[in-house]
């Protein structure tokens, strides 16, 4: 399964760190990826990362969004800064077979971790 942690509350502008423990068959899946989910809207695509190394991110959060991977821990980590009121959400980690970063293509999403900016 993919867990994730790291949420919590902050004021705009400042900064979080997020983390993703993969255990089991979900270890071994190739990308991994962050989605988000704010009150009342859809679940939208924030970050993935490859097995390479290579990542792709949701146009608007480029440049304040970075994710990286620890495979020696089995971590993926998404770090956020110059957080925005708009990024309060709900942020899942999840695993995926294809490098596409559509909602489909990923899976075992987990309890997710609830972000709150606030002004």
């Known amino acids: 399964q993919l867990q994730a942690s790291g949420g919590g509350s902050v004021q705009a502008g400042g900064s979080l760190t997020l983390s993703c423990a993969a255990s089991?068959?979900?270890?071994?899946?190739?990308?991994k990826g962050w989605f988000r989910q704010a009150p009342g809207k859809e679940r939208e695509f924030v970050a993935m990362?490859?097995?390479?190394?290579?990542?792709y991110y949701a146009p608007s959060l480029r440049g304040r969004f970075t994710i990286a991977r620890d495979d020696s821990k089995n971590l993926v980590r998404l770090q956020m800064k110059s957080l925005k009121v708009e990024d309060t959400a709900v942020y899942y980690c999840?695993?995926?077979?294809?490098?596409?970063?559509?909602?489909?293509?990923?899976?075992?999403w987990g309890q997710g971790t609830l972000v709150t900016v606030s002004s």
């Open positions: 990362i490859g097995v390479s190394g290579a990542t």
């Open positions: 999840a695993a995926s077979r294809v490098w596409s970063d559509s909602r489909g293509n990923f899976d075992s």
């Open positions: 089991g068959r979900f270890s071994d899946i190739s990308v």
